[in-house]
Structures are given as C-alpha cells and as structure tokens.
C-alpha cells in the first residue's frame, strides 16, 4: 500500500482495497493507513481534489520480506552487537533504528520461538565467534523442530566418543557457542562446546519437548551453578 502511495497516482481508498492477492475491505485500508501514521510517521495525507492518498513528505519504505533461520540468527547478532555501544551517543541512535526497523518482530510468535533457542551469556562485549554458519543452523533447525543430534565429542579421558542427545537451548559463553541439551544415555542435561563437536547430523529420530526442561530453566541453573563454581 505504502509502494502504491508513493508512485504518486492518488489512490483511494476503494482502489487500494484491491491491491494484491488478497483483497481488504474499505475499512481494513483506513485503519492500516491510520497505523501508519501513527505508529510509524508515515507522512500519508489524502487531498480533496484529487480524491486520493499521497506522501507529504519524504519516507524511505522497506519491503517486508520473509525471514528464515539466517535472517533471524543475524538480526538477533545485530542486537547483541549493539551492547558495546551502550552509553554512547551513537549507540542510542543505532539502538532507535534497530528498534523502529525490528521492533515489530519482539511482538511476533515466530520470533519468541525463535529466540527461545539462542542466548549470549555473561559475554562482556560482542565477540566474533569461529564456529561455522551453518553448524548453528543446523542445531537451531533441530531445537525448532525437534531432531535428535549424533555427534562426536571428547570425553573426560580424551577418547571420541559417539552421543546422542535432545538439544534445548544454544547460548555463548566467554567468546563461544555452547549446546544445552538432554544426553539420552545419561537422561541429564550437559553442556557441549560445539567446537568440540564432530560428524554433527539430526537423526531420523524426533523427541517431545514438552518431556524438556524449559530453556529459560537451564539457562538459570546454568548460570548458578557457574557463579557458585567460580565462588568456590
């Protein structure tokens, strides 16, 4: 609609009601018209003369565009990279941006699930982190869809070993990505350094996460335990 606007052609209110696959009714258009003046600046006005909507003033409009693991994974970085700017000036004009470009999706159920999987702790400012693309978005792919994961890892005395394991939560910890997740031999939850990790695949294998601890929960018991190891 806002595209439509800008080409300058004056269009009312019935005509945009037909834009698109899906055609709106007359009143759905003035509502989102009147959303975007209010919630987004949008400098929408409608002249009299020429029966019809026009910009009053210059506004650059993003498209919206689907998101897919990649785009969530890089906007949720962004906003972590934005803390080492925090107290500055122009921290909080990229923090504003962010927010007025971004905002929206904190209000979506698709980024609440989304960022359910993904956390940065205790990290004191954004580091840049060697393990692979693609590793994270295959074990975020496993989280959102429940696969079980085979990979190898070192055990206590140095031997590779083959594990097999529910994934709950990814989250960074001292300038790394770590794995939260159920160990079906053992049936507890550990923690795995994904550099450590090897031979990652999702099995054929799917599991309840409702059988789960809640990520939230394992990241606080994570973060207990830590502090009071450090305390010790």
């Not at 037909?18 to 009147?34: A, Q, W």
């Not at 002249?47 to 994974?73: C, Q």
């Not at 770590?178 to 031999?185: G, T």
Request: with cysteine; charged share 25%; aromatic share 12%.
């Amino acid at each position: 609609m806002v595209q439509e606007i800008q080409k300058g052609s004056y269009p009312n209110a019935t005509q945009l009601c037909k834009l698109g696959p899906y055609k709106v009714n007359r009143r759905t258009v003035l509502r989102d018209i009147d959303l975007l003046r209010r919630c987004y600046g949008v400098p929408i006005k409608y002249d009299s003369k020429r029966k019809g909507y026009y910009m009053a003033g210059e506004f650059s409009f993003i498209p919206a565009v689907g998101l897919n693991t990649d785009d969530y994974l890089a906007i949720y970085f962004f906003r972590y990279c934005l803390k080492g700017c925090d107290g500055t000036e122009l921290g909080e004009v990229m923090k504003a941006s962010y927010e007025r470009i971004f905002g929206w999706l904190g209000e979506s159920q698709s980024w609440k699930r989304w960022a359910s999987t993904i956390a940065f702790l205790d990290e004191p400012e954004p580091a840049c982190f060697k393990e692979s693309w693609s590793t994270l978005k295959l074990l975020l792919t496993a989280i959102n869809h429940h696969y079980v994961v085979q990979f190898d890892y070192p055990s206590k005395e140095g031997a590779l070993v083959r594990l097999e394991v529910e994934p709950i939560v990814l989250a960074t910890h001292n300038g790394g990505w770590k794995l939260h997740a159920m160990d079906r031999q053992s049936g507890c939850v550990q923690r795995f350094a994904i550099a450590g990790m090897g031979k990652i695949v999702l099995s054929d294998l799917r599991f309840d996460p409702a059988l789960l601890p809640d990520p939230l929960s394992v990241l606080e018991q994570y973060t207990i335990d830590h502090r009071s190891r450090k305390e010790a």
